[in-house]
């Protein structure tokens, strides 16, 4: 079974500074996805972005950024000038080329500094 | 323009009550989920459903069956309400092998 672990389970970081949150996972497939989810307190899922297994260039969407490492089986967010609105716990999530629903892991809740 | 709609948003009832969420999504989507989440905040899948298979988490309880009357719908049945089953549920949906978007999830409540 796939397994997902943000060994992480807060992180805080300073207004406008870099912050990574650490993700890895297990799996025997060759083909699957990775997510980043960011679930602020108004319990909402908003999708961050979205990794292919099969693309060696890592994903990027405005200020966030992947570290796709396949070997290490690591999977890693950069959020570059993080701001207040960034503050939500964030969700690592996996899912395979034929088995569509998302293994998550446990969350890392970041707070954003003024 | 809600692209994934789940009713209620809250739902207080008395342990042993039989309840309903409902969702529907105008997507266009092909597979929908339902999710659950606990109080640690940790989600785990409960459903997945297109119009071909529904796959059913082993490890969730028979007392909660989805039902899908066409594939824009994916409502959760819950009979015999636990105390256990207070969480916040989340429905889903995605079109192959395409990202899922979430409604906002229903907080349940057992008394």
């Known amino acids: 079974a796939q397994t997902v672990t943000q060994s992480q389970p807060e992180m805080s970081v300073q207004e406008a500074e870099t912050v990574t949150l650490s993700c890895t996972y297990d799996?025997?497939?060759?083909?699957?996805?990775l997510f980043w989810y960011k679930q602020p307190p108004s319990r909402q899922m908003i999708l961050v972005i979205r990794q292919e297994a099969y693309k060696q260039q890592n994903a990027t969407e405005n200020r966030f950024s992947v570290n796709f490492q396949k070997a290490a089986k690591s999977f890693s967010l950069k959020i570059s000038d993080s701001q207040l609105g960034d503050a939500a716990m964030y969700f690592c999530a996996y899912s395979s080329g034929s088995a569509r629903q998302l293994t998550f892991g446990s969350g890392t809740q970041l707070t954003v500094l003024p | 323009d809600t692209a994934v709609s789940q009713t209620p948003k809250y739902l207080v009832t008395q342990m042993g009550n039989d309840k309903s969420i409902k969702c529907e999504q105008n997507l266009g989507h092909d597979t929908m989920y339902w999710y659950k989440q606990d109080s640690k905040k940790f989600l785990k899948i409960m459903f997945s459903?297109?119009?071909?298979?529904?796959?059913i988490n082993e490890t969730v309880p028979n007392r909660f069956s989805p039902k899908s009357p066409d594939k824009a719908h994916l409502n959760l049945h819950i009979n015999s309400l636990e105390l256990g089953d207070s969480a916040v549920y989340f429905c889903?949906?995605?079109?192959?092998?395409?990202?899922?978007?979430f409604g906002d999830g229903t907080r349940l409540s057992i008394l």
């Open positions: 889903a949906s995605s079109y192959e092998l395409g990202p899922q978007h």
């Open positions: 799996t025997s497939e060759s083909d699957y996805y």
């Open positions: 459903y297109n119009n071909k298979e529904l796959i």
